[in-house]
């Protein structure tokens, strides 16, 4: 009897834990050292025009927030503390997503509680070492560069640009191969839709490439909004363009 009342006790406090059904979504945020009665903006962009449109909003009371809703698919939104210098971009999806809100450096604020939110850090911070190279490069030769400018030393000027250039390309093409590697090994992220979207919006990509990725994809991800665009933009793309000789009848295939 004892082992039945402690399995109903657990599968109890599971059940009432779980906060949120299918379909729905609930931010809880920490912002320490804010004042109550902030405003919090949940936000997304107008597909067509590009503004940022509000969703619902939150006051600060106690340091806390929660905002709770129902939710279709993965999508990016934001979140706008009021009178904060720029947004909190995060996925909004099912869920529970927790908010830790950095009031002096808004871009420090951090998001976690869900897959893609989690996979969203973590290919963000792998990203950000690819992009040091350059931050480091400037931070080093700012000055270098500033006497050289005020001295007019074509000299050093041009020596620094062209190191810089080099160090461009070379992240230029490591991110490259991040994003292929990602999509590659994470078909069930909604990253990993996003990727390959970017993709098809380069001129030089691989389209078969783009396609084997795409096949890869995991069933939740393809019917997402951007994974549809992608299905759309690879069929446009293998069409023959408009104005194409077609081969003559009878010729070998």
């Given at each position: 009897?004892?082992?039945?009342?402690?399995?109903?006790?657990?599968?109890i406090a599971i059940?009432?834990?779980?906060?949120?059904?299918?379909?729905?979504?609930?931010?809880?945020?920490?912002?320490?050292?804010?004042?109550?009665?902030?405003?919090i903006?949940?936000?997304t962009?107008?597909?067509?025009?590009?503004?940022?449109?509000?969703?619902?909003?939150?006051?600060?009371?106690?340091?806390?927030?929660?905002?709770?809703g129902?939710?279709?698919?993965?999508?990016?939104h934001?979140?706008?503390?009021?009178?904060?210098?720029?947004?909190?971009?995060?996925?909004?999806?099912?869920?529970?997503?927790?908010?830790?809100?950095?009031?002096?450096?808004?871009?420090?604020?951090?998001?976690?509680?869900?897959?893609n939110?989690?996979?969203?850090v973590?290919?963000?911070?792998?990203?950000?070492?690819?992009q040091?190279?350059?931050?480091?490069?400037?931070?080093?030769?700012?000055?270098?560069?500033?006497?050289?400018?005020?001295?007019k030393?074509?000299?050093?000027?041009?020596?620094?640009?062209?190191?810089?250039?080099?160090?461009?390309?070379?992240?230029?093409?490591?991110?490259?191969a991040?994003?292929?590697?990602?999509?590659?090994?994470?078909p069930?992220?909604?990253?990993?839709?996003?990727?390959?979207?970017?993709?098809?919006?380069?001129?030089?990509?691989?389209?078969?490439?783009?396609?084997?990725?795409y096949?890869?994809?995991?069933?939740?991800?393809?019917?997402?909004?951007?994974?549809k665009?992608?299905?759309?933009?690879?069929g446009?793309?293998?069409?023959?363009?408009?104005?194409?000789?077609?081969?003559?009848?009878?010729?070998?295939?």
């Amino acid at each position: 009897m004892k082992k039945i009342f402690f399995l109903l006790t657990a599968s109890i406090a599971i059940i009432s834990c779980n906060k949120v059904k299918n379909g729905e979504y609930l931010i809880t945020g920490t912002a320490k050292g804010i004042e109550n009665g902030k405003t919090i903006i949940l936000q997304t962009q107008d597909q067509t025009t590009g503004a940022l449109i509000s969703l619902d909003t939150a006051k600060v009371e106690n340091g806390k927030f929660e905002i709770k809703g129902k939710v279709t698919e993965p999508a990016f939104h934001t979140l706008q503390l009021q009178g904060a210098q720029g947004p909190i971009p995060f996925i909004l999806e099912t869920g529970e997503i927790t908010v830790v809100v950095d009031k002096d450096s808004i871009h420090k604020s951090k998001i976690s509680g869900t897959y893609n939110n989690d996979e969203y850090v973590k290919f963000n911070d792998e990203l950000m070492k690819v992009q040091k190279k350059l931050v480091d490069f400037q931070k080093k030769n700012t000055a270098a560069m500033n006497t050289a400018q005020q001295a007019k030393d074509t000299t050093v000027i041009n020596g620094l640009m062209k190191e810089f250039m080099k160090i461009q390309g070379d992240v230029q093409t490591e991110t490259k191969a991040k994003y292929t590697t990602y999509a590659e090994s994470h078909p069930k992220s909604f990253i990993s839709a996003l990727i390959i979207k970017g993709m098809l919006n380069d001129p030089s990509t691989d389209l078969k490439k783009a396609e084997a990725l795409y096949a890869s994809l995991d069933e939740s991800v393809k019917n997402t909004k951007p994974g549809k665009e992608i299905k759309e933009k690879i069929g446009q793309m293998k069409m023959p363009a408009v104005g194409a000789t077609a081969p003559p009848v009878g010729s070998a295939k």
